[in-house]
């Protein structure tokens, strides 16, 4: 019996690696392009996990100038700086952000519908 090795089963953690401080999983940062449904067909498109060292004022006026929308610069008390724009722009911004280098598309998370 002392030849065998014998293991016992022991507790597993499958979300072990996700929450270790140092793990490489968690270390890309993502800009997540959202969409919120406001009343009817009104929709808004929502900007958040930019870098803060970007100027956001400047990269809003580009953006509303580029798809002739309005939009504001909102302080969110989790969330930081996001951007808002009015109407289904979601597409449109993340090859605004890729095309003008501020983020690569590996990191852009677009959700909704």
Do not use: W
Not at 23 to 46: C, E, F, M, P
Not at 86 to 97: A, E, H, I, P
């Amino acid at each position: 019996m002392s030849d065998l090795d014998i293991q016992i089963p022991t507790a597993f953690d499958p979300f072990a690696d996700a929450n270790a401080e140092d793990s490489g999983a968690g270390a890309k940062d993502y800009v997540h392009i959202r969409i919120q449904q406001r009343n009817g067909r009104k929709s808004l498109t929502t900007v958040q996990g930019l870098k803060k060292e970007f100027s956001y004022n400047k990269i809003l006026k580009d953006l509303k100038k580029e798809f002739c929308c309005n939009g504001t610069v909102v302080q969110d008390p989790e969330l930081g700086q996001v951007i808002q724009l009015q109407g289904d722009q979601r597409k449109n911004v993340s090859t605004f952000l890729v095309q003008a280098g501020i983020v690569k598309k590996e990191n852009i998370k677009i959700h909704g519908f």
